[in-house]
DNA sequence: CGCCTGACGAAAC
DNA sequence: GGTTTCGCCAGGC
């Protein structure tokens, strides 16, 4: 390995959309392939990426979603816990809640109710 | 080019 | 068993 890849190219670009051919993109996937009602972790999603060693890098995808067209449900992605931690960074931190309960899921305290149950992970149900 | 931050997770204390 | 800290990787400034 040559030191460090030096700047990055940045002149290919594909077309206009999407500058984003890293794997926030392939986080924007799999998050759209959630069931309606159902739910998943970043975790699992990191897992699946290949990741699994920093679910952070999973939510920080999600940070682009919101410029990501379409718009991913990041609704639909919570913690490990269950919890709604990313309801902070809603343009309202009801949204994220009232969007689960309009699916049929119940959010108590800000956590999944049942969450084990809705529980959806890609690597295996998406397999 | 380098340091800091960051929507998690799991180990440590 | 609850709380705190470290670790991970990548993007932004």
Redesign the pocket.
Known sequence: MPI?K??APAAAKKDIKKPAD???DSVYEIVRLVPKGRVT???AI?AYLG?K????????A?????SADPPVP?HR?V???GML??K???PEPDLMEKLLKKEGIKVKDDTIVGFAKLFWDPSKELL
């Open positions: 460090k030096k700047i890293s794997f926030f972790s970043y975790g990191a990741t060693l920093s679910a952070r890098m999973v939510g920080w999600m940070n682009a979603a919101g990041a992605v913690n490990r816990n931690t990313g902070h960074h809603f």
